[in-house]
């Protein structure tokens, strides 16, 4: 798993053919895991015409392995060199990369950022920002890393017959579940590594407490719905508190645990949408993810299923995605956001009852109205669990299911209420359903 230097990978070079206007001289922020990957890649990219013009960074103590002329850790060093004109923002900071793209996209400097948190945070002042300066600002790195779902949502799929999006969409949390599920490996051991591989966010919580999969899950909801949602109105819950009951519970039913973000049409053409660890087994494409792959399913009316996969964390992998960015700004692409600004948006919806397992150490622990309908339950010496139905308004207004000695698990049909049939959708457009 270990990610093989670019010199020993097959590399060719994909821009050739393309005629391009634009020199594009970068200021990069950040020179981590990605922002060294997107370094070298840039070094062998010649016919992108693109270059690091200077990289800004916090630490300048840090040993790194180019020249450090290329080092600053003054921002107003990019920001006011006129001769910038994209900058690559691979902080790890959101407070302090939305002040560096405000100020970059305000004077007039394109802005490619991996930095999922402060996209998500911020979407609706980013969207009103690229429109008042007319600068772009692209971020497909930010989602599944090499995966092109945020532009092919944007660009390709129409709101009205797009039923689901639902996917494995961060990678550290797919790593820990693999080795926990295929390796035998502890969760501890499991998240070191992932740190080690650099898949993981500086403070891992992000990653196993399902931030990073819900902040992605607002860039997902944007583009496939229209829908700009903070991160704080939705339903999130990680794999930190997943216990050994939980996996031999798995196991029992032939499936594995895997970190799922959902945004799912309902009935009424409102749109559910949460992130929650989940049982799943085969045939469920998502099963089929291991390690730090992601994987996203669309189903679309006329489509049915389609599914995007590959690596989505690391340095060349996110280094990938930014590269296509880089080449997308060479003709002028920008985000138009047809669906937010030139069709009428969907909305969220909450009306949503969840067939969950939820397992706990003490009774007192689980309120007596947790549960809407029970279905099967199971009480042990030194742990209990629940099977059932649960309403996800409720579920969002309470937090028993946060803490420690509680683990809730969506079940492989975990949408009790849902529309199940694209016929309708079918119909509507004057198709016969099959
Ligand atoms: N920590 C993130 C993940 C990195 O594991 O998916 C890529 O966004």
Known sequence: MVNVPLQERQYTQSFTSMSYQKNLNIGLF???VVGSAVFEVLTHTPSLNASVTKICIKNPDKQRNIDAGYFTTDKWELLDNEAINVVVEMT????AAIEIVRESLRRGKAV??????MVAENLAELVELQQKHGTPLLYESACCASIPVIRNLE???DNDLLHGVEGIINGSTNYILTKIF???ISYTNALAQ????????SDPSLDVEGHDALNKLCLLLAHAYGIVAHPSELLCHGIHRLNTIDSEVAKAQGAQIKLVARALKQEDGKIAAFVLPQFVKPPHLLHTV????NGVVL????ADEQFFYGKGAGGFPTASAILADLSALRYDYRYEYKKLLLQSPSELCEDVKLRVYVSFQDWQMLPVDAFVEIHEFYSGKAIHYRKGIVSLKKLFKSDWWKQPGVSLILQEDGIAKQEKTNGALKEKIGLAAS
Do not use: V
């Open 30 to 32: 950040g020179y981590g």
């Open 194 to 201: 992932a740190q080690q591989l650099g898949f993981a966010e």
């Open 92 to 95: 790890d900071d959101a407070s």
């Open 299 to 302: 189903t679309s009316a006329l």
């Open 155 to 157: 660009e390709y799929y």
């Open 182 to 184: 295929d390796d035998k």
């Open 290 to 293: 291991r390690n730090e792959y």
């Open 112 to 117: 490619i950022t991996a930095n999922k948190k």
